[in-house]
């Protein structure tokens, strides 16, 4: 067998070992058959990618659900070692937030909650943009989840990490169409599997 092979099934397992885990706490009370098939998508997306995802239903009581830290500081310190866990609180947004807004993250944070998708404000652009509503939970989850693989707050000009998305896109996530660049995926997987990180 070539070294190439062997690399190759050794980074595959690593992969297969340590599968991301996502804890979602469903403060907004999101329909259980909504959010499963949100779920669904959402581990397609990332399997695109070669990303193996363990999707958690957190119980909203965890003090995870309500901890919300910002550790850039402390994060700024260390060298690129991201999370393998992502926790995300579906609420609703708060009265300030603009209604385009349909999620934040904190992609530095290393305890509680690193994603926050506003469900009220999904929905409404799911109607407004004809667009299925488990699909846009799924699409906004996957894109502030990138934000945290990604270690960054930066947005592109196009794909699921767009920093606005356009009709076409929006039609694209109601088509399971839109997602991370080969670039980001490879960014992700090599964050996921690099040693040293606790």
Not at 50 to 57: G, K, N, Q, R, T
Not at 63 to 78: F, N
């Amino acid at each position: 067998m070539g070294r190439l092979a062997i690399l190759s099934l050794m980074f595959t397992g690593a992969l297969a070992a340590d599968p991301l885990r996502i804890t979602v706490y469903n403060q907004a009370q999101v329909g259980r058959e909504v959010l499963d098939d949100a779920f669904e998508q959402l581990q397609r997306v990332f399997r695109m990618g070669e990303i193996e995802v363990a999707l958690a239903h957190g119980d909203p009581n965890n003090p995870e659900a309500s901890l919300i830290v910002d550790s850039a500081p402390v994060r700024a310190a260390e060298v690129g070692c991201p999370r393998r866990d992502v926790a995300v609180q579906i609420t609703s947004a708060p009265g300030t937030f603009n209604a385009r807004v349909l999620g934040l993250s904190l992609p530095e944070s290393d305890v509680g909650l690193n994603v926050l998708v506003f469900a009220d404000h999904v929905r409404d652009t799911a109607i407004w943009q004809h667009v299925p509503f488990a699909a846009l939970l799924a699409g906004s989850i996957a894109h502030e989840i990138g934000h945290v693989l990604l270690g960054t707050e930066a947005h592109t000009s196009y794909g699921l990490m767009a920093g606005s998305w356009n009709r076409h896109q929006y039609e694209s996530i109601g088509n399971g169409a839109l997602l991370f660049t080969r670039e980001q995926y490879k960014r992700m997987r090599a964050g996921l599997v690099r040693a040293g990180c606790p």
